[in-house]
C-alpha cells in the first residue's frame, strides 16, 4: 500500500463546478498536511496547509480527519487556470522534514 | 528577489557519465531537498540535509551523491551507477521545523542519451 494515495484522475470539469479531491495517508505519525498545484513541466507550488480544524482560501477548502486518516480539497467555481495536477502531501513526524508525495490527480477545466 | 535556483534547466548526458546538478538558495533556510519525478509519477527523495555538513538517504539514494558545504548550496551528483538517470529533478528547502512547508526550484529535467 502506497503511504499516500489520492483519487485517480483525470477529472474533467465544466468551468463554474465544483470538485473534490479525497487522499488517504497510512502513517498515523504524520504531522503536516499540504496540498500542492503543480503545472505541466513545471516545479510543484503549495497550495494550502490543512488544519485539523479545516481551512478555506478563497475558492479552496481543504479537510483533515486524523481518525480516517483522510484529507480532501474541495475547489469551488472553477476557473480554467484551475487546471493542474493536485499533490496530496504528508510530513511525518520526526523525519528530517521529508514529505510524502501523493501521485497527483490531474484537473481539466473546460470552458 | 529571494527563492532557489537549479540549473541547468535541460541536461543531456551520454550512458557512463557522471553529471552534477546545481541548487542554490537565498532563502536563508537550513534545510534542502532533492527529489525525483517520472512521468505519471509523485516525488520520491533522493537526499537530504537539515545542516551544513550533514545529509541523509532518501528513499531512491542508490546511484547518487550529494554535499553541503555551504548553507546556500546542495549540489547533486548523478553517477554512472544510477541504472534509469532520465528523470525531471526537483531540488527543494525548507525553514525552521519540520512543520513548515517546502519550496522548490525549477528543475532540471535531465536526458541520457
Known amino acids: 500500500r502506497k503511504e499516500v494515495e489520492q483519487d485517480p484522475g483525470p477529472f474533467n470539469v465544466p468551468e463554474g463546478a465544483t470538485v473534490a479531491f479525497n487522499c488517504t495517508y497510512s502513517n498515523s505519525a504524520s504531522q503536516s498536511f499540504f496540498w500542492y498545484r503543480q503545472d505541466c513541466r513545471k516545479e510543484p507550488k503549495l497550495l494550502m496547509s490543512?488544519?485539523?480544524s479545516g481551512n478555506e482560501d478563497g475558492r479552496f477548502t481543504a479537510q483533515l480527519n486524523r481518525a480516517s486518516q483522510y484529507i480532501s480539497l474541495l475547489i469551488r467555481d472553477s476557473k480554467l487556470s484551475d487546471s493542474a495536477t493536485y499533490l496530496c502531501?504528508?510530513?511525518?513526524?520526526?523525519?528530517?522534514?521529508?514529505?510524502?508525495f501523493g501521485q497527483g490527480t490531474e484537473l481539466s477545466v473546460k470552458p | 528577489d529571494g527563492g532557489i535556483t537549479q540549473s541547468p534547466k535541460y541536461l543531456f548526458r551520454k550512458e557512463g557519465q557522471n553529471v552534477t546538478l546545481s541548487c542554490e538558495q537565498n532563502l536563508n533556510h537550513d534545510a534542502m531537498y532533492w527529489y525525483r519525478q517520472d512521468p505519471g509519477q509523485g516525488l520520491r527523495l533522493i537526499y537530504y540535509s537539515q545542516i551544513v555538513n550533514d545529509f541523509q538517504k532518501g528513499d531512491i539514494a542508490e546511484g547518487y551523491s550529494v554535499s553541503r558545504e555551504k548553507k546556500e548550496s546542495f549540489p547533486l551528483t548523478v553517477t554512472s551507477a544510477q541504472k534509469n538517470p532520465t528523470a525531471f529533478y526537483l531540488c527543494a528547502s525548507r525553514k525552521g521545523t519540520s512543520r513548515n512547508e517546502q519550496f522548490f526550484g525549477p528543475g532540471t529535467r535531465l536526458t541520457v542519451l
Open positions: 502531501v504528508v510530513n511525518i513526524y520526526n523525519q528530517g522534514g521529508k514529505l510524502i
Open positions: 490543512v488544519y485539523s
